[in-house]
Structures are given as C-alpha cells and as structure tokens.
C-alpha cells in the first residue's frame, strides 16, 4: 500500500503561484511513475504532470512552460510548481502513483486532493 498526502492549495489571484507537496509513506518502492491529475467541477479528470525515476517529465500542452513537477527522493515528496495561473486551472488537484506490483501489473494511488482555485 501507498499513502498519498496532498496540501497546499488554496485560493490564489490570476498570474499567482502555488507550490503544493505530495508526500508518499508506505511500500513506496518499484515505483514506476508519479504525477499530478486535476479535475474540474463537471469535467473529467485530466493529467496535469508526470515524472519517471529517471527524472523524465511530461505535460500536456495546456500547462507546460506554466507547471512544474519534481521530486526530492530523500523526503519522499514529490511537488507542483504552479506559476502564471488562469481561472481555468482551478479544479481538485490528485496526486498520484503507478506502482510495479510484484504480480508484475502496475496499480494507480490516489491522494485525496487539495482544492486549488484561481480567482480575482
């Protein structure tokens, strides 16, 4: 099992920035991949950010050159740095997980998610 711990969000004006942590307790090796998801009321849940252990990272076009995800192994925590922020990127931000499990599928984990909101 892994934990997922999110917090940071909160309420912040148009152009701000936000730096919310995510931290992973647990059985936390044979990690494949981390990554942030958001989602929005009414829409589906969209990927926000992932990172690989080989520090290979991807974003989709609607936040790249904005967002900013990484990881520092020795705490555990993986982080999203959010600058230049729009109205639109206002949504529940998860974190989340892939996991090589020893059966040799890979599982998801979910945090709770932290509310961010973009507003004036």
């Known amino acids: 099992q892994v934990r997922l711990v999110e917090s940071g969000g909160g309420l912040v004006q148009p152009g701000g920035s936000l730096r919310p942590p995510c931290a992973a307790s647990?059985?936390?090796?044979?990690?494949?991949?981390m990554g942030w998801y958001r989602q929005a009321p009414g829409k589906q849940r969209e990927l926000v950010a992932t990172?690989?252990?080989?520090?290979?990272?991807n974003y989709p076009d609607s936040v790249k050159g904005r967002f900013t995800i990484s990881r520092d192994n020795a705490k555990n925590t993986m982080y999203l740095r959010m600058d230049s922020l729009v109205p639109e990127d206002t949504a529940v931000y998860y974190c989340?997980?892939?996991?090589?499990?020893?059966?040799?599928?890979?599982?998801?984990?979910w945090g709770q998610g932290t509310q961010v909101t973009v507003s004036s």
């Open positions: 647990g059985s936390i090796s044979s990690i494949y991949r």
């Open positions: 990172i690989t252990n080989d520090g290979n990272t």
């Open positions: 989340n997980v892939v996991k090589l499990r020893p059966a040799g599928d890979l599982y998801n984990y």
